[in-house]
């Protein structure tokens, strides 16, 4: 903090040693007549302001606190300045000076601007997903002709989307790999029978979203009805950079049964003939061969971006995901299932589709404390959220694991959200409820 004074009776303006530190000002007294000369030292786009602030402070209190911008230094940089001033007059009454303080908070000031920024960017990033929610959820129910069908085809687009902002998020929204969006849509399905391999490329957030919801209706048709729907089938996915800049990237099935061209084209096929190619400045090319069907999917060099700062692991393989192939309903009749959920809607929905199940649902707990409560009676499993409310689930989890009791994390986190040292199953939100009750069956089966 450095002070100041400007003494009006004999026209200088004093600096302190201090000051002359913050402000790069020369300490000691420089000749100053009026106010008009000290606004000299101010920013330009600040002068008006300060000098209104100054006035009306003196005028009607006898001091003035402001911030303001020194003007730029020679080589443009801006020091951000908080002053405090108050007046000192003689016998008379009369103005005869000016002294007070200064307080260097560039670093507070590019602080809030950043977080400012940041706010508004998450503000925008935020609406531009609910309306592209919006948008899935039209076109999925438009073309869909039960409830159920809309739930499935929804919930799995919307998952696809969730996973592609998970992998853009753990980069700071720099970018998102290929290879990662092909683990996150393939790395779940029909293990052994898929595999992704290709340079190392990175895209805008805007081309991961498109390729990841691209990839995801290829993978949902190929389990339905292409050469995901048998054991012998297979899909390669191969991608490589172009000449220009962009990217190519080949999906090709092969041992499925036989295809043809479809007789109607539902949403998903909208969804890689125009959102994908548009979105990726491309195009999108099936080719429905006997063999198995092929497709081809071109990219423009504004989709690319450098390595980011921040890359996120490959997501690991040990996540639950829906299969159309799992046909026979989850019987869950004769477990107690506890559920810690502190999101009142999830754990109402969580707690329905287990009991749909046939599970007894203890709690749902909310918070922490409560979890901790209801771990004294007898529970079979437990599906548990990695944050309640700021805190960790981590005591809950350590209980459960001390007592032999299997859980599942359902977690918002991602796959490094989730308490460590657990050897425990992955649910990322968002979920289907019946991925949840699958994945306590499947625990329960082992530990039975």
């Not at 609910?130 to 073309?143: G, I």
């Amino acid at each position: 903090m450095g002070e100041f004074e400007w003494d009006i009776v004999r026209g200088v303006f004093v600096v302190s040693d201090r000051m002359a530190a913050i402000t790069g000002l020369p300490a000691g007294e420089t000749p100053i007549r009026d106010v008009e000369a000290i606004q000299e030292l101010v920013h330009p786009d600040d002068r008006v302001a300060l000098l209104e602030t100054i006035r009306e402070g003196l005028r009607t209190q006898g001091r003035y606190e402001a911030e303001y911008r020194l003007r730029p230094g020679p080589n443009g940089e801006i020091v951000w300045l908080r002053a405090a001033g108050i007046q000192v007059l003689d016998s008379k009454g009369e103005l005869t000076s000016i002294c007070g303080v200064i307080q260097n908070i560039t670093d507070s000031r590019v602080e809030e601007d950043h977080r400012r920024t940041l706010m508004a960017e998450v503000d925008h990033r935020v609406k531009n997903v609910l309306a592209a929610v919006q948008s899935l959820a039209y076109q999925t129910a438009k073309r869909t002709t039960s409830l159920e069908s809309f739930l499935s085809n929804f919930a799995g687009r919307l998952k696809s989307m969730g996973s592609a902002n998970e992998l853009l998020t753990a980069a700071r929204w720099r970018g998102a790999a290929i290879a990662h969006l092909a683990a996150a849509e393939l790395g779940g399905i029909a293990p052994g029978q898929t595999r992704w391999e290709g340079p190392e490329l990175f895209l805008t957030p805007r081309a991961a979203n498109a390729l990841s919801l691209a990839l995801h209706e290829l993978a949902t048709n190929a389990v339905k009805f292409g050469a995901l729907s048998t054991d012998t089938g297979r899909v390669d996915v191969r991608w490589t950079k172009t000449p220009r800049g962009g990217f190519e990237l080949i999906w090709n099935e092969s041992g499925g049964p036989p295809v043809g061209v479809p007789a109607h084209k539902g949403f998903g096929s909208t969804l890689l003939a125009q959102v994908t190619g548009r979105e990726l400045n491309g195009e999108v090319i099936p080719e429905f061969r006997a063999a198995g069907v092929r497709v081809r999917v071109t990219a423009g060099a504004q989709t690319i971006v450098d390595r980011p700062d921040n890359v996120p692991d490959a997501p690991v393989a040990r996540v639950f995901e829906t299969s159309p192939k799992a046909s026979r309903p989850t019987d869950l009749r004769g477990s107690r299932v506890l559920i810690v959920e502190d999101a009142v809607l999830l754990a109402l929905e969580l707690e329905t589709g287990l009991s749909d199940a046939g599970a007894e649902v203890v709690g749902p707990a909310y918070e922490l404390a409560e979890a901790m409560a209801l771990l004294d009676g007898h529970i079979d499993a437990a599906v548990l959220d990695a944050n309640l409310n700021g805190l960790s689930v981590h005591p809950v989890a350590e209980a459960l694991a001390a007592r032999g009791i299997p859980f599942v994390f359902a977690t918002g986190y991602g796959d490094t959200g989730a308490p460590l040292g657990f050897d425990a199953p992955i649910i990322r939100k968002p979920y289907d409820v019946t991925q949840v009750a699958a994945a306590v069956s499947a625990l329960l089966s082992v530990a039975a």
